[in-house]
């Protein structure tokens, strides 16, 4: 796989660790950060995605619904920022969201970043 780009759906082995409130099992995740820096680092920062057990209408105002046909379905939890080595977890592609869905997620994560 090359470098993923901001906007890519991609999956990987997921921490085994996870506490809490902490998103854990196999799930979609989003690419917010860019091409560029994805290549030189090999990591990415991704939001991941979940469906609230099937339930992915009940988004709150922190949640990005997912369009159909992006690769996954369910909602964007852009309160969940993560840095992973996407060649370590050899994470593979899904799909990719359009620019309006990856434009609101970018807004949330400003928002919960304050900048």
């Known amino acids: ?29 989003l690419v917010v950060s860019v091409k560029p820096y994805n290549e030189a680092s090999k990591l990415v920062m ?8 099937g339930r992915a209408e009940q988004a709150n105002p922190a949640e990005v619904l ?4 992006c690769g996954a379905s ?3 939890l852009t309160f969940q920022l993560q840095t992973i080595d996407w060649v370590a977890r050899k994470a593979k592609p899904l799909g990719a969201v359009p620019a309006a ?10 928002i919960c970043l304050g900048v």
Not at 6 to 22: N, Q, R, T, V, Y
Not at 66 to 69: A, D, F, G
Request: aromatic share 4%.
């Open 74 to 76: 369910g909602v964007v």
């Open 1 to 29: 796989m090359s470098a993923p780009s901001a906007g890519d759906m991609i999956s990987f082995k997921p921490e085994l660790d996870a506490k809490g409130h902490e998103q854990q099992g196999a799930r979609p995740w």
């Open 66 to 69: 997912l369009p159909p046909n």
């Open 101 to 110: 869905t990856l434009k609101a997620v970018l807004r949330n994560l400003k």
């Open 46 to 53: 991704v939001c991941p995605v979940t469906t609230h057990q």
